[in-house]
């Protein structure tokens, strides 16, 4: 529940990740210290509530925590010297941390805590060394308030620490996709090299089927390359002399010679891995609720301790000044609640577990309460609104040949064909139930479309050049395609001995449930902003077809963090959904990151929240289980305060002069398991909350 003390203990760490080169090392460093943490505080929580519950339980049932006898001082002597080892080996974190608010002229939650159970321990030394100084009715110890509260703030924070999540797994995801080895031609002689010694202008060759190593010009060779893991588009793309190829995509068809250009840390993969490094470790911790209330709440009880103090010495019997320090001790006492450890990550813990019924997964307990902050939402296209993988969508029939005709010959033609257009057409006639027929002198022509022949007829299939170049007449349907394309569809030709007899478009089609879920958004108040490396006029259809306002088109992939980083200084508090590799610096960049399930693991690591169902309506029940969250943790809050702050009066001894009453331990211990057992209870009932699919 301390961040100041978790800043302080990683400061030396993160200098060692600027000074060393292996990333996976410092990764299992910073696991292990997490861990080493976890592990500390179950410790100091241990043993603080060890020595906590056994006297909470002796005052509540067995004794009255009062010192008479000279037994009794030796007796409690001896609970405050464990206490005192409780409070150094359990609790000194707090009064560091309070210490330093205090150099700063600030209090926070540490502030409220030393001040609590720091007074209580030395108001029961007093008690137990000098009782004469003490008025009779005041002569009890407070041991097990300093115990409890040191315990169960500790158990709080070990629970955040839990729902804090990894962020490191994100940059292992990356590393892992990275070739190992490279086939680079050094005197004439092809060798295999580890990747690290790949030189500039080295000639790097890649077969069918292998990653390509670092980035480079294509020198000789054709063939089809799936840069999906970088750009997140579906459809390979085709690649011969003088293309760019870029490290971590998968070379399909053919065989590639290419020049090596960018190697090393200048590849674009590794440009991704150090953006992600970048953006996860500039992002703010959020600021603690718990933190802001204690800063006015501790000025203000230190205000009362100090009035009612004045007011005892003024006013009261005799002894004045005992009966003065008595009463602002125990308003300091009392003042500290034991649940404000618990009140979040209480909530926390409940929500993500309720998320998680929603399909939708949280990997930290941070990105849960900023999610119900979010103003704009970015959403990338391809995968995240649409579905991801091409399919047939549309088929014009000319020339006396029906649908399926026109589909059937497409897909005979195409299934001996590597392109993805071609498999998205296979799929679709096997969908249909449509068996294709056989093929003589299949023929692909680079980057126009295929031939053959089928059934006695000689078939053409592919883009408009390839009918301009074997003369067919396609100008009375040129409208048509041109309409297709500005529907976000890629339009081909079919042709038969020389006439066209079918149109067929493929598109990426829009996913079924993205149109209402991000009117949800809408509905929320949130800015939904579309982001795309599609040209243009694609994005445009998408973007009016699904009712999105503002988009970004042709953003190349390491430029997709810099619209998060603009929407962030206009203001927004931004979440970004995405699902391919070059969404990644994006998504740890974003407020929170939301990854679609179905998408790339790094993109899954990358992200604060995985949305399992690849529906966008994952996106507005994690905001909408983010509000709910946050309202029980504010609830819990009050409930953590209420107990104390309305016991603080009595401490103060507001009732003395009407009932003879000073606050005893046993209002003390009450408020106490009150305050504890209400935030428990309300955390609970957060299980019953449902988002709302409308």
């Not at 008690?127 to 709080?156: C, K, N, S, W």
């Not at 790097?204 to 190593?213: D, L, S």
């Not at 905001?623 to 104390?644: E, P």
């Amino acid at each position: 529940m301390h961040e100041a003390k978790h800043h302080t203990e990683h400061c030396h760490h993160q200098a060692k990740v600027a000074a060393s080169d292996s990333t996976e090392d410092l990764l299992r460093e910073k696991e292990q210290a997490d861990q080493a943490y976890y592990k500390r505080l179950m410790r100091e929580m241990t043993i603080a509530l060890g020595l906590g519950v056994p006297l909470m339980l002796y005052g509540l049932f067995i004794g009255e925590m009062t010192v008479s006898s000279t037994g009794e001082r030796i007796g409690w002597l001896l609970v405050g010297v464990a206490t005192l080892a409780v409070m150094l080996f359990s609790g000194r974190h707090f009064y560091v941390g309070a210490w330093r608010s205090f150099v700063n002229h600030s209090a926070n939650m540490d502030t409220l805590i030393a001040l609590g159970t720091g007074t209580a321990w030395l108001y029961s030394m007093v008690v137990v060394f000098f009782p004469q100084v003490v008025p009779e009715m005041a002569r009890h110890v407070y041991f097990e308030a300093t115990a409890m509260i040191i315990g169960l703030i500790d158990l709080g924070l070990a629970l955040e620490i839990r729902a804090r999540g990894r962020t490191s797994e994100a940059i292992k995801r990356l590393i892992g996709l990275q070739a190992k080895t490279a086939r680079v031609l050094r005197d004439g002689q092809e060798v295999d090299i580890p990747i690290e010694q790949v030189l500039q202008d080295d000639q790097v060759r890649v077969r069918p089927g292998e990653k390509i190593p670092v980035d480079g010009i294509v020198l000789e060779g054709h063939s089809s390359v799936d840069e999906s893991m970088l750009t997140g588009e579906p459809m390979p793309v085709e690649k011969a002399k003088d293309d760019e190829v870029v490290g971590g995509t998968l070379n399909k068809s053919g065989t590639l010679l290419f020049r090596a250009t960018r190697v090393g840390k200048d590849t674009a993969l590794a440009r991704i891995i150090s953006m992600v490094k970048q953006a996860q470790n500039s992002k703010p911790p959020i600021g603690r609720l718990a933190d802001v209330i204690s800063g006015y709440f501790v000025p203000s009880i230190m205000i009362i301790a100090v009035i009612s103090a004045l007011a005892w010495l003024n006013f009261g019997p005799d002894p004045a000044i005992a009966f003065a320090i008595v009463s602002a001790t125990t308003v300091l006492i009392i003042a500290c609640p034991c649940a404000l450890g618990l009140a979040t990550p209480m909530s926390v813990m409940v929500g993500v577990g309720k998320a998680a019924e929603a399909g939708v997964l949280i990997r930290n307990g941070q990105a849960l309460q900023t999610a119900s902050q979010i103003t704009a939402m970015i959403l990338d296209k391809t995968g995240t609104i649409t579905e991801g993988t091409p399919k047939v969508t549309e088929i014009v029939a000319l020339a006396g040949v029906d649908e399926a005709e026109a589909l059937r010959l497409a897909a005979t033609l195409e299934q001996g064909s590597e392109h993805p257009l071609a498999q998205s057409i296979v799929e679709s006639a096997k969908e249909r139930g449509i068996a294709p027929a056989k093929v003589d002198q299949f023929n692909a022509i680079a980057g126009h479309g295929v031939e053959g022949g089928v059934e006695g007829r000689t078939l053409l299939f592919g883009n408009e050049k390839l009918m301009r170049d074997r003369k067919i007449e396609i100008d009375t349907h040129l409208e048509q395609a041109q309409t297709m394309a500005s529907q976000a569809k890629t339009p081909m030709y079919l042709a038969a001995d020389g006439q066209l007899i079918g149109l067929i478009a493929v598109a990426d089609p829009i996913k079924q449930d993205s149109i209402a879920a991000i009117k949800r958004l809408q509905k929320d108040g949130i800015r939904v902003v579309m982001l795309t490396g599609d040209n243009r006029d694609t994005a445009k259809a998408v973007a009016e077809q699904v009712g999105i306002k503002e988009f970004f088109a042709e953003v190349l992939p390491e430029d997709k963090s810099d619209k998060v980083s603009e929407l962030q200084k206009q203001g927004e508090i931004v979440g970004m959904t995405g699902d391919g590799i070059n969404d990644a610096p994006a998504l740890a960049l974003a407020d929170v990151g939301f990854a679609i399930g179905t998408g790339t693991d790094v993109a899954i690591e990358s992200a604060d929240v995985t949305l399992m169902r690849g529906s966008l309506h994952g996106l507005a029940d994690a905001i909408a289980v983010s509000r709910a969250t946050l309202r029980n943790i504010r609830q819990n809050l009050f409930g953590a305060f209420i107990y104390n702050a309305a016991g603080v009066p009595v401490a103060a001894g507001l009732l003395y002069p009407f009932a003879g009453v000073l606050l005893s331990p046993v209002i003390a211990g009450a408020a106490m398991a009150f305050s504890s057992l209400t935030v428990v209870t309300n955390a609970n009932r957060l299980r019953l909350f449902k988002p709302q699919e409308h």
